[in-house]
C-alpha cells in the first residue's frame, strides 16, 4: 500500500489520442504534484496544486493539462504528445505546499509509463 | 539556479559491504533540506534520509547515513552492511527551507547489491 496510487501503471498511445493519467492519494494531504521521469535526466515538476488550486505551472506545454477536483485526486489529461513526451510521470503528495523539507515529506506514486507512437 | 549533481552513474558493492554514493549541489541559499531518495523497480520513489542544512548533525537512518559538508556543497549517502534490497536507483534532492513547491533532483545513481 503506497498510499499514493497510480492509473494506468503503462499507457502506449498515438499522437492523436486523448488520454488520461489518473492518481489518487489516501494520506490525507492538502498538496499535490506531477512530475516527468526521463532517462538521464533529473525528476522535473510539471504541476503543483494546493486544496485542488493549480499554484505551479513550470513552463509545460498546452497538450498537458491537470485537472484536481478535490484534494484526493489529480489527472493529467494528454492531448497531441509528441514521441518525446515518452517518460514516467509520477505523482506525489505532501501534507502542505510550504515548507516541504521541513518534517513535511513527499510521497511518491510508482508512476504511469507512457510510451507515444 | 538550483543545481545537484550526481557524478557515478552507475555504482555496484558486494553484499554486505559499505558503499558512497557522491552528491554536490549549487544554491546561494543558506536554509534548505536535503534528500536522498530510493527508487526500487516498482519505480515509486521512496525517502531514504532527510538532512537539515541549519543542522551540523549529520542525519543518520540505521543502516544509512550521511556525510553534509555544508561549506563544500557536498552531501554524500553511506550505505553500511548493503543488502540485495537496496538494489536501486538512488536520487539526491535538494529544496528551500521555506515557500518551497519543489524538489530539485539529481539524475540518479543506479547501485547495484552484488550477492
Known amino acids: 500500500e503506497t498510499g499514493v496510487t497510480q492509473t494506468p501503471r503503462h499507457l502506449v498511445m498515438g499522437m492523436t489520442n486523448k488520454k488520461s493519467l489518473k492518481c489518487e492519494q489516501h494520506l490525507g494531504h492538502n498538496a499535490m504534484y506531477w512530475y516527468k521521469q526521463s532517462a538521464k535526466k533529473p525528476l522535473e515538476l510539471m504541476f503543483v496544486?494546493?486544496?485542488?488550486?493549480?499554484?505551479e505551472n513550470n513552463s509545460v506545454p498546452s497538450r498537458f493539462s491537470p485537472e484536481c477536483p478535490n484534494s484526493s485526486h489529480l489527472f493529467l489529461h494528454l492531448h497531441t504528445l509528441q514521441p518525446e513526451d515518452s517518460a514516467l510521470y509520477l505523482c506525489a503528495s505532501s501534507q502542505m505546499i510550504v515548507a516541504v523539507g521541513s518534517g513535511n515529506t513527499i510521497y511518491f506514486g510508482e508512476g504511469s509509463w507512457l510510451t507515444v507512437v | 539556479a538550483q543545481t545537484v549533481t550526481q557524478s557515478q552513474p552507475e555504482m555496484s558493492v558486494q553484499e554486505a559491504e559499505t558503499v558512497t554514493l557522491s552528491c554536490t549541489y549549487d544554491?546561494?541559499?543558506?536554509?534548505?533540506?536535503l534528500f536522498w531518495y530510493k527508487q526500487p523497480p516498482s519505480r515509486q520513489m521512496i525517502l531514504v534520509i532527510r538532512?537539515?542544512?541549519?543542522?551540523?548533525q549529520n542525519a543518520t537512518e540505521n543502516r544509512f547515513s550521511v556525510n553534509f559538508q555544508k561549506a563544500a556543497k557536498s552531501f554524500s549517502l553511506k550505505i553500511s552492511d548493503s543488502q540485495l534490497g537496496d538494489t536501486a536507483m538512488y536520487f539526491c534532492a535538494f529544496t528551500f527551507r521555506t515557500g518551497a513547491n519543489n524538489l530539485f533532483f539529481g539524475t540518479g545513481t543506479r547501485l547495484t547489491v552484488i550477492p
Open positions: 496544486y494546493s486544496l485542488e488550486e493549480r499554484v
Open positions: 538532512q537539515e542544512a541549519y543542522k551540523q
Open positions: 544554491t546561494s541559499e543558506n536554509n534548505y533540506y
